[in-house]
C-alpha cells in the first residue's frame, strides 16, 4: 500500500522550532516531488512549501513568503522521508500540517502556489501544530 505519514507536530511558544517529517512507505520517494500544505481552523489549505523529485538532479525547493526565512524543506532518500524544519515560529502558524507527494514535480509546485486545482496522489493526515504561550 503506498501511502505518506505525517508526524513531529505538537505544541511549541512563539520563537520555538518543530521538525515535521513525511515518511513514504510502499514506493520510492526520490520518484516524487513532496510539498507541505497547511490549513488553520476555519481557513482554506493552503501550500506552505515544495521539493521536487530528486532522481536525476539535486531537487530544488521553494517556499512560500509567510514562512521563507523561517521553515526549511529537505529530504533525505535513505530514508525515504521529507522533512519540513519549522525555526521563529509565530502563532499564525498553528495548523494542520499535510505533506501530498506525486510523481509531477509541475502538478506539485502548481497546488503549492495555489496555481492548480489538480489532485496530488498521495496524502497524508495531517499533524496538528499550535503555537502558543
Known amino acids: 500500500q503506498l501511502r505518506v505519514v505525517e508526524s513531529g507536530g505538537g505544541l511549541v511558544e512563539p520563537g520555538g522550532s518543530l521538525r515535521l517529517s513525511c515518511a513514504a512507505s510502499g514506493f520510492t520517494l526520490a520518484h516524487y516531488a513532496v510539498g507541505w500544505f497547511r490549513q488553520a481552523p476555519g481557513k482554506e489549505r493552503e501550500g506552505v512549501s515544495y521539493?521536487?523529485?530528486?532522481?536525476?538532479?539535486?531537487?530544488?525547493?521553494y517556499h512560500e513568503n509567510a514562512v521563507e526565512g523561517r521553515f526549511t524543506i529537505s529530504r533525505d532518500d535513505a530514508k525515504n522521508t521529507v522533512y519540513l524544519q519549522m525555526n521563529s515560529l509565530k502563532p499564525e502558524d498553528t495548523a494542520v500540517y499535510y505533506c501530498a507527494a506525486d510523481a509531477s514535480s509541475a502538478r506539485v509546485f502548481g497546488a503549492v502556489i495555489g496555481d492548480s486545482n489538480e489532485s496530488l496522489e498521495l496524502w497524508g493526515q495531517g499533524t496538528l501544530v499550535t503555537v502558543s504561550s
Open positions: 521539493i521536487s523529485d530528486s532522481v536525476y538532479a539535486p531537487s530544488s525547493t
